[in-house]
């Protein structure tokens, strides 16, 4: 099949409350990796929507929008997000409710695919819905739960996303295509696929779904968007550097970037090496660009 149809089939299936993204491969939501440059740079390589990371409505931190992403949030329960809704749905395309983070602190805290009572999940779902009139999704697992889940989407929300690893999984061993193919089957929502998408199997997940998420591929690696919708675009850590200056990212993030950016560079574990000892942006510069 032609590459732009496979891209742009089912375009209109999303086209939820004037949502049209540009093509039907996403930057997967990720915690730390997903800055407004980084962003940027993906959505400039011919990403169709970009995700932020995990924000808590109660954040007090500046977040920075301007790529117009989709908004992801995590919580337990309802307070703060009327209000947090409310600031940024002008900026946002849509919004996400985060029901898969496999992590420790997600564990910890009882977020993410540890949030497990449906009543708190349905309780935050719609005080979402009631306060915009932009999609709503959720990101999910493979759980006891999954079910349930859908049924609350196909509620309050006008797309899922499904990863098909269990939390204990967290992003080893291989994800269960079955499975998220039989949540498809079972819904009428738009399904985005998240789990292991890259260069060799998208256009097969492009048949399969209406949508993918790249994630850990991505990372280091904007151009991989790039790659697979025709866009062009140079990979260049000066262009993450000049919008990590414009908005004003700390240093510590600009040094994780610039050693993610060094994969498929020769020398790249010497890089690295050198990177973790730098103090400063000035002492980057000379290393990397």
């Known amino acids: 099949m032609n590459l732009n149809i496979l891209l742009f089939k089912y375009s209109m299936k999303f086209k939820i409350n004037e949502l049209n993204p540009r093509n039907r491969i996403f930057l997967a939501p990720m915690e730390e990796i997903n800055d407004i440059a980084f962003r940027t740079l993906c959505k400039n390589a011919g990403c ?87 999609s709503i999704t959720i990101k999910i697992r493979k759980s006891p739960l999954t079910l349930s889940l859908l049924k609350l989407a196909e509620k309050y929300c006008d797309a899922i ?38 260069e060799k199997n998208y256009k097969e997940l492009l048949n399969k779904f209406d949508y993918l998420m790249i994630g850990r591929e991505a990372i280091g690696r904007p151009e991989i968007f790039s790659k697979l919708t025709g866009t062009k675009f140079k990979k260049s850590f000066k262009d993450y550097l000049i919008l990590a200056r414009k908005y004003n990212l700390p240093f510590r993030q600009i040094k994780l970037q610039a050693s993610n950016f060094t994969k498929g560079i020769s020398n790249s574990a010497k890089l690295r090496d050198e990177i973790s000892r730098i103090k400063s942006v000035k002492e980057l510069e000379n290393v990397i660009l």
């Open 48 to 134: 169709g929507l970009t995700y932020t990371g995990m924000i808590n409505p109660q954040t007090k931190q500046k977040i920075y929008l301007n790529d117009n992403p989709a908004l992801q949030l995590f919580c337990t329960n309802v307070k703060g997000i009327k209000e947090f809704m409310k600031k940024y749905d002008e900026e946002v395309s849509l919004w996400d409710l985060n029901l898969g983070c496999p992590a420790k602190t997600a564990r910890k805290h009882g977020f993410g695919s540890f949030l497990r009572d449906l009543e708190v999940i349905e309780n935050i779902l719609k005080i979402m819905r009631e306060n915009t009139k932009k």
């Open 161 to 198: 996303s499904i990863h098909p690893r269990t939390y204990n999984q967290g992003y080893s061993g291989e994800p269960d295509l079955n499975f998220a193919e039989e949540i498809k089957s079972k819904t009428k929502l738009p399904v985005i696929y998240s789990g292991n998408v890259n």
